[in-house]
């Protein structure tokens, strides 16, 4: 009897390969639906890398993951280079920093360094204001009239309350109008933020009819300096403000004839655009 002829096998791949593809493919979609649903933090996910990029040299040697990487982007053919990526990795460099510094290095600052930060840059800016205006204050002769500081929040002119009124007055003497008339040209030129005009008086006892204490003298003074200002410059009048300070800020003894000279003052104050 004649041997049946056996069926020959079905062409194409094992039916266990389709299987194992849609195995394959179902995981696939199921780690990148959690990926989706995940969330990175940029700061935590720098450390990584810093700490990756100095410890191992990973991103150093290899270049990018998902690049021009010297073993995986362009796939097996690469593999060939095997030896070259492992001696490029796996080895910090002797003038590195260490894992620990990087991550300090990688810490976004504190509120604290910000603020420095930020005081730090107002304040330069205000001493290059300050010698601005100093050299516009000698150039109009008037170094002996008015006093120029700074700190990080404004730049300050002040005048002797000599200068500008007689004692126990807030009219402005005619001397006076010369010099804030020549103050005016330089506020204009260099004020771009707030100014502020403040009146002080010493420690002495003031009583008069027109003006109960030394808290209604300082302010008087300080307004008939802003309405000077304001009625004989093109300063724009939101930029300005007015306050009577009295004896509360005293920048010399009180108890000696010359520190009470220097205590009668008006301030302007021209404030950092950026406060």
Not at 191 to 216: F, L, M, R
Not at 234 to 248: C, I, S, T, Y
């Amino acid at each position: 009897m004649a041997k049946r002829k056996e069926d020959a096998p079905p062409a194409g791949s094992p039916a266990w390969m389709a299987t194992f593809s849609d195995l394959m493919n179902l995981l696939l979609c199921f780690f990148v639906l959690l990926f989706s649903m995940s969330t990175v933090e940029e700061s935590k996910l720098a450390e990584l890398v810093a700490a990756m990029n100095n410890s191992f040299s990973v991103f150093d040697g290899g270049a990018t993951s998902i690049g021009e990487g010297i073993l995986i982007s362009n796939g097996i053919s690469q593999l060939n280079e095997l030896d070259r990526f492992i001696n490029s990795t796996g080895k910090a460099a002797e003038n590195d920093t260490p894992a620990n510094d990087m991550k300090e290095e990688g810490k976004p600052p504190t509120t604290d360094e910000m603020m420095e930060a930020i005081e730090g840059e107002m304040l330069k800016e205000n001493e290059e204001l300050a010698e601005k205006i100093e050299e516009a204050v000698n150039e109009s002769n008037l170094a002996d009239q008015i006093e120029i500081s700074f700190t990080s929040q404004y730049v300050r002119l002040s005048m002797k309350g000599a200068l500008l009124f007689s004692p126990g007055s807030a009219e402005l003497r005619e001397e006076a109008t010369k010099v804030l008339e020549k103050a005016a040209v330089v506020l204009e030129r260099y004020a771009k933020g707030t100014i502020e005009i403040e009146g002080h008086t010493d420690s002495v006892p003031h009583y008069s009819a027109k003006y109960a204490n030394n808290e209604e003298l300082s302010s008087a003074r300080a307004l008939s300096v802003f309405y000077y200002l304001l009625e004989h410059s093109n300063l724009d009048p939101v930029n300005l403000k007015h306050a009577g300070m009295g004896d509360r800020v005293p920048i010399a003894d009180n108890s000696t004839a010359e520190g009470r000279s220097k205590n009668r003052r008006v301030e302007i104050k021209i404030y950092n655009p950026s406060v």
